[in-house]
Nanobody, 127 residues
Framework: QVQLAESGGGLVQAGASLRLSCQAS????????MGWFRQAPGKEREFVAV????????DYADSVKGRFTISRDNAKRTVYLQMNSLKPEDTAVYSC????????????????????WGQGTQVTVSS
């Protein structure tokens, strides 16, 4: 089992930045692509960003491309989501997830590819 714990959420004004962290623990010896998803009240969960286990490949939702950056530090078993130029529409609960991966380029967008999920951290952006 892999446990994921997010941190770094909060209340900020539009235009501000936040950095979310996702700490993995447990059986982290395998290779996992790591993704960030978000869910706003009354809306479906949506893909935000993903990074392959090697860190060589990333993918972003169009709504965050150019503003958000995903990265990982495998030695620290931590994945980050740097969020800049935040907008009120970015308000959501942000969750990280791990997908078992055999390929260094694997970057799934669909949530059913992910095996492990964190509890989420709230991000609120005021206008």
């Amino acid at each position: 089992q892999v446990q994921l714990a997010e941190s770094g959420g909060g209340l900020v004004q539009a235009g501000a930045s936040l950095r979310l962290s996702c700490q993995a623990s447990g059986r982290t010896g395998g290779s996992y692509a790591m993704g960030w998803f978000r869910q706003a009240p009354g809306k479906e969960r949506e893909f935000v960003a993903v990074i392959s286990w090697s860190g060589a490949s990333t993918d972003y939702a169009d709504s965050v491309k150019g503003r958000f950056t995903i990265s990982r530090d495998n030695a620290k078993r931590t994945v980050y989501l740097q969020m800049n130029s935040l907008k009120p529409e970015d308000t959501a609960v942000y969750s990280c997830a791990a997908a078992i991966s055999g390929a260094s380029w694997y970057t799934p967008r669909l949530d059913y590819h992910y095996t492990y999920w964190g509890q989420g951290t709230q991000v609120t952006v005021s206008s």
